[in-house]
């Protein structure tokens, strides 16, 4: 199959996709190596198609509805991370991503797109298993979250139970 085809085919699969999908299970759909999906998906981007990497894989962004809203926290332990992420999750939130302001690289942001406890333990689960480090310890904790809350009862719930945690940073 030519790569046009490929890409169209992709995007199928994206569009079809009722959650993320990983570049190594797009490339055994496809027959193809993980790093010519990598390709694609940075070709597809560059050609305008609303493609975000997740902890989980790619999905299309489907401009879902609600409230933007930005949460600045602090934390600085693992099991603080995984009570903040529930915090929002538990109220009707979906964490879109994490953002720090790095004193060389200016802001940095990672992708998230949790929407449940199942995606805050997976992310866990994944920060675990690579070793990974949170974007906050570059910050001594200090972070900020983009939220889509449902509405604005959802946001002031979020905000109350994150300062009566102690994480929300005022």
């Not at 999906?37 to 489907?62: H, K, N, S």
């Not at 904790?141 to 994150?162: F, K, M, N, S, W």
């Amino acid at each position: 199959m030519n790569a046009g085809v490929r890409r169209e085919r992709l995007m199928r699969l994206l569009e079809e996709a009722d959650r993320a999908v990983s570049a190594t299970a797009l490339a055994h759909t496809l027959s193809v190596s993980r790093q010519i999906i990598v390709g694609d998906i940075a070709l597809l981007r560059a050609a305008g198609e609303r493609i975000t990497a997740t902890p989980r894989g790619y999905v299309l962004d489907r401009s879902a509805t609600g409230e933007l809203r930005t949460v600045a926290c602090r934390h600085t332990t693992p099991e603080d991370m995984a009570r903040e992420l529930n915090i929002m999750v538990d109220n009707g939130c979906t964490v879109v991503n994490v953002i720090v302001e790095h004193q060389v690289y200016g802001q940095l942001v990672g992708q998230l797109d949790l929407s449940s406890r199942y995606d805050v333990s997976e992310f866990i689960r994944a920060v675990e298993a690579y070793g990974a480090k949170p974007l906050s310890d570059l910050t001594g904790g200090i972070h900020l979250h983009t939220l889509r809350c449902p509405d604005e009862g959802a946001y002031r719930r979020v905000t109350q139970a994150l300062k009566e945690a102690g994480i929300l940073f005022t």
